[in-house]
């Protein structure tokens, strides 16, 4: 069984690890960018992405919710999981094929969104 993309976008590196293991762990293939730009490179080459998981604050003048916006104008229906710091976010979450999860959390939560976002 094909193993669903989930791209990863997080500039903190033991974050992005952690993330990266529980999600490979939970049946995952895992994509890594630690920031905006480097996500948008990535995502010509990841057509059959399942799955964006975006930090909301990015370095580098491009936040998560504009790498979602632009991910979208390539896959309209992609799923995304958006992790903050801010949980006055969660408000934007208008989708249901959208999570705002507010840090800290436990990488569990991150699957278990993950896993339904995807419809596994």
Same mark, same amino acid.
């Given at each position: ?10 500039? *903190?590196? !033991?974050?992005? =690890?952690?993330?990266? @293991?529980? +999600? ?5 293939? /895992?994509?890594?960018? $630690?920031?905006?730009? *480097?996500? !948008?490179?990535? =995502?010509?080459?990841? @057509?059959? +992405? ?5 930090? /909301?604050?990015?370095? $580098? ?60």
């Amino acid at each position: 069984m094909d193993r669903p993309k989930v791209l990863i976008v997080e500039d *903190e590196f !033991l974050i992005r =690890l952690t993330l990266s @293991e529980a +999600l490979s762990d939970d049946g995952f293939e /895992v994509i890594e960018a $630690g920031s905006g730009v *480097e996500a !948008l490179h990535a =995502l010509p080459e990841h @057509e059959d +992405l399942a799955l964006l998981l975006t930090d /909301v604050q990015l370095p $580098g003048g491009m936040n998560g919710l504009e790498v979602a916006r632009r991910a979208r104008d390539i896959r309209a229906d992609l799923p995304v999981i958006y992790v903050t710091g801010r949980p006055d976010g969660a408000a934007a979450a208008a989708s249901a094929n959208e999570v705002f999860i507010a840090k800290p959390y436990l990488p569990s939560q991150v699957c278990t969104a993950a896993r339904r976002l995807t419809g596994r």
